[in-house]
């Protein structure tokens, strides 16, 4: 199974595809889709949703997975824009005929690290771990991505 975990955000929108095959996974592909804030926001969306689409036309996921919405009462800004570009990645879904999955950040964390309030840090170290890789990657943006993929392949894993 091919999935593709995506961190939206306005400013760096990180993504990470993952093959699991058994116990297996592998990486893929990842990376970030920047905008520059000095843009309006119908362009920095519309080029999320215009990288979203060709990164699903590119590499054929299974389904593509997003991090719940939580919304602080000290900061509903943030997840007003974060709103935002999670709208533009689901319509990307539909456009593109895609499940979407959708788990919240202590349940990533619970099927990755074994503790759902595990920092930034033991995150990174479980994926880097998990997916082999020799160096943490330069943004926590994929990190996030790449731990909503394997979170779901834990999470959709037929029970032995």
Do not use: F, W
Not at 37 to 60: F, G, H, N, P, Q
Not at 116 to 138: D, F, H, I, R, W
């Amino acid at each position: 199974m091919k999935i593709l975990g995506i961190d939206p955000a306005l400013t760096i929108t990180g993504y990470g595809l993952i093959q699991a095959r058994g116990n297996k996974l592998c990486l893929v592909e990842a990376g970030i889709i920047s905008t520059c804030a000095k843009e309006v926001i119908t362009r920095r969306l519309d080029k999320i949703y215009r990288c979203i689409v060709k990164l699903i036309s590119d590499t054929s996921p299974d389904v593509l997975v997003l991090e719940k919405i939580y919304a602080h009462y000290r900061h509903p800004a943030t997840a007003y824009i974060l709103g935002q570009a999670r709208g533009v990645i689901c319509l990307a879904c539909a456009t593109k005929n895609i499940p979407l999955a959708e788990y919240a950040a202590t349940r990533v964390k619970k099927a990755v690290v074994g503790e759902g309030l595990a920092s930034k840090a033991q995150v990174q170290k479980m994926v880097a771990g998990l997916l082999g890789l020799e160096s943490l990657p330069k943004y926590t943006d994929i990190t996030d991505a790449l731990a909503l993929a394997i979170a779901h392949s834990y999470i959709v894993r037929p029970k032995i």
